[in-house]
């Protein structure tokens, strides 16, 4: 066993100002400081877990650490971002180095520089659920398969089916035979468009989301040089919500850190919500016996909210069986407000009441943007929507279609992946269409003439050799002078020598080229796309590289990260957002909507009375209580109205029901 020796580059002026024993509790400053090695910070929520990753952070650097030996693995881009900019608050050192973000950015930027090693190439695409899914059903209709003779599960589902088994890491057979039974008729089928669906993947140089993960674990596992050297600079790993991350991602950790490497990973596993999408809170139970030499710190002090808020919030999860327990102690004093539970009429009148309270409290001097309102699922949001809008109350929303999702924004990505990435199909196909006069038979007959006109290489081709390959497919006659159209724009987008202009210059050029005209054919709102683009052409200022803009592109429209460009944070705005999405953040005021039984908890839930399920979403509920710091409000319609069968009356969520009475105050609306 060689020694192990510390090199440290001491410079006391690059030291920080913080005074570490003030600002943190005993258990804080004892995993804050504590030693390399593994550690385990387990505490329920608002206890400052986050913000001992932050501190230790700053600790690791203060002690001479370079950031880009430091590796901090957070929940959203987002979230990681804000970690960062607090860090380069306290220490006087450049963070950027420093690396941070998701598990698919991460990935991603790793895989950038070894995309050749698992079977792709260099300017490889990242499709969205959507791009997921159009590739799919390609892969469907080439595979054979009889689709319409038998029970067939529909490409969304095959893509369910898939991410399931690769962040399990588990057999098909066992996901199909736990999770679709109904298939298993036809599992023979689902393999074979598995094995093809991989084929295509590589073939269009597409990867999916999972890919990301699945690719890195990949590399790191057949490399060992590769493994070893990001093992060596990788000396410091963080983990922020570890209770939420599944094998696949773990597997990536250990990859990662290896077996005697520094990891400190905090979480909550009363805080789990993810085992829908393969999370297994056993990650984080069974980590100290995973890893022998762990240190086990627990908080058990609450530091964001009032008593009040917090003693509803035990008293909420207490119904759960299967909990480590935990009472949490108030650091706050108690002077707040009782939380309220507020039924309301119907859903218009819940929107009105929120919209009335947000107002009240801006006029009491609290911000926008210490106010959320948090649902169960986005259609939840409508009203409140529609609401807040009518009033000027501004907000920003973190569910349903985001920004990055919306037609128009794809249509003009798919121009700029196609320069970066001739093999990719979808994107080509996504673009021919566009065109008047070609329908699906004439875009795949494109595709295939594209494939042999030589432009399937990975080098740059001078821009006029692109123009000759893309002015020499024949389209239909009727397309012909929009085609040439298209092709100049795409024409635009590269240097004389072949190489993509910056991405701003990309968005502009197709906007101005073709899209604008497209648009003002297709939408109706074409002004506010426009407008979209001109954003979009902002944001994309950010990025000198298209490649690297378009990974963010992809990235922000995806499952685990955030939506919004930087700078967004800054608005003062309501959030409105799902519950899954609130992870992690704090208010000063809480809406929590439509919490009905049958709403929250979910009526399949109850309908298919699964225990494991029901507690999940109580600890749902749970996290939604402890995102408020000072208010809360429990709201939910009475009525219900659904078009045919009449009024359907609401009862309280049984979550709201189990609840001790004293712990809330019951507020009577009456409208005068
Ligand atoms: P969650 O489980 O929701 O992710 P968490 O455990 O990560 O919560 P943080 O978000 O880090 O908790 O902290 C909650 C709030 O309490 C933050 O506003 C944080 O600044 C504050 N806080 C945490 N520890 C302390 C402390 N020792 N002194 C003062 N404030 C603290
Ligand atoms: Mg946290």
Redesign the pocket.
């Known amino acids: 066993m060689p020694r192990e020796y510390t090199l440290h580059t001491s410079n006391p002026e690059r030291r920080s100002a913080i005074d570490y024993r003030a600002?943190?509790?005993d258990q804080?400053y004892e995993a804050v400081t504590s030693a390399p090695g593994q550690a385990l910070?387990i505490?329920?929520?608002?206890?400052?877990?986050?913000?001992?990753?932050?501190y230790r952070v700053a600790w690791l650097l203060d002690n001479g650490i370079l950031p880009e030996n430091i590796l901090l693995l957070t929940f959203t881009n987002k979230a990681a971002r804000e970690m960062l900019e607090r860090v380069q608050g306290l220490v006087p050192v450049e963070t950027q180095q420093l690396w941070g973000g998701t598990f698919h950015s991460i990935g991603n930027r790793i895989l950038r520089h070894h995309a050749e090693f698992v079977g792709f190439r260099k300017g490889y695409s990242i499709m969205d659920r959507e791009d997921q899914k159009s590739l799919m059903d390609t892969v469907i209709a080439s595979s054979g398969i009889d689709t319409s003779s038998f029970h067939f599960p529909k490409s969304t589902v095959l893509c369910e089916i898939f991410s399931l088994l690769t962040n399990t890491l588990g057999g098909l057979h066992e996901v199909i035979a736990d999770r679709f039974e109904h298939f298993i008729r036809v599992e023979d089928q689902i393999e074979e468009v598995w094995r093809l669906y991989e084929l295509k993947k590589r073939e269009t140089n597409s990867m999916d989301f999972d890919d990301l993960l699945a690719l890195t674990v990949a590399l790191l596992e057949e490399n060992p040089d590769v493994r070893e050297r990001f093992q060596r600079q990788f000396q410091f790993v963080l983990v922020?919500?570890f209770q939420d991350t599944n094998s696949l991602q773990c597997k990536m950790i250990d990859m990662l850190v290896g077996e005697d490497g520094n990891l400190m990973v905090?979480?909550?596993d009363a805080?789990s919500i993810y085992s829908w999408r393969g999370a297994d809170v056993q990650n984080i139970l069974q980590f100290p016996e995973k890893h022998h030499r762990t240190h086990v710190h627990k908080?058990e002090?609450?530091?964001?909210s009032v008593p009040e808020v917090l003693h509803l919030a035990n008293a909420a999860i207490a119904n759960n069986s299967g909990q480590i327990r935990k009472a949490l102690q108030p650091?706050r004093p108690v002077g707040g407000m009782l939380p309220a539970l507020v039924p309301l009429d119907n859903p218009g009148a819940q929107a009105a009441f929120v919209a009335q309270r947000i107002l009240e409290l801006r006029d009491e001097g609290v911000d926008f943007r210490e106010m959320a309102v948090l649902y169960r699922a986005h259609f939840h949001s409508l009203e409140i929507q529609m609401e807040l809008t009518q009033r000027g109350i501004p907000y920003q929303i973190t569910s349903g279609l985001r920004f990055f999702e919306q037609a128009h924004v794809k249509d003009v990505a798919a121009f700029m992946k196609l320069i970066v990435n001739r093999h990719d199909e979808v994107s080509f196909m996504r673009i021919v269409r566009m065109i008047p006069g070609v329908g699906n038979a004439s875009a795949g007959r494109l595709w295939t003439d594209w494939r042999k006109s030589g432009m399937l290489t990975d080098e740059d081709v001078p821009r006029a050799t692109l123009a000759a390959a893309l002015h020499g497919l024949k389209v239909p006659k009727k397309a012909t002078s929009v085609w040439e159209q298209f092709a100049y724009t795409l024409e635009e987008l590269v240097t004389e020598e072949g190489k993509p202009v910056p991405p701003r210059s990309m968005i502009q050029s197709v906007t101005e080229g073709v899209y604008l005209d497209y648009m003002k054919s297709k939408f109706e709102n074409y002004e506010q796309r426009e407008q979209d683009l001109e954003q979009l052409a902002d944001f994309a200022d950010n990025f000198r590289e298209p490649l690297e803009f378009l990974g963010q592109l992809a990235l922000l429209s995806g499952v685990d990260t955030d939506n919004k460009p930087a700078d967004d944070g800054d608005k003062d705005a309501v959030t409105l957002t799902t519950i899954h999405q609130a992870?992690?953040?704090?208010w000063h005021a809480v809406f929590a909507v439509w919490l009905a039984d049958g709403m929250f908890p979910h009526s399949r839930v109850i309908e298919e009375g699964a225990f494991g399920a029901l507690e999940e979403e109580r600890r749902l509920f749970y996290?939604t209580i402890?995102?408020a710091?000072d208010e809360l409000y429990m709201t939910y319609p009475l009525i219900w109205h659904q078009a045919r069968d009449g009024n359907i009356m609401q009862k309280p969520s049984r979550f709201v029901a189990e609840l001790p009475k004293e712990l809330f105050e019951l507020w009577k609306i009456k409208a005068w």
């Open positions: 600002e943190l509790n804080q910070v505490a329920g929520a608002g206890s400052g877990k986050t913000r001992t990753l932050t922020d919500e905090v979480g909550d805080q908080i002090v609450n530091y964001r650091a992870k992690g953040l704090e996290v402890t995102r710091k």
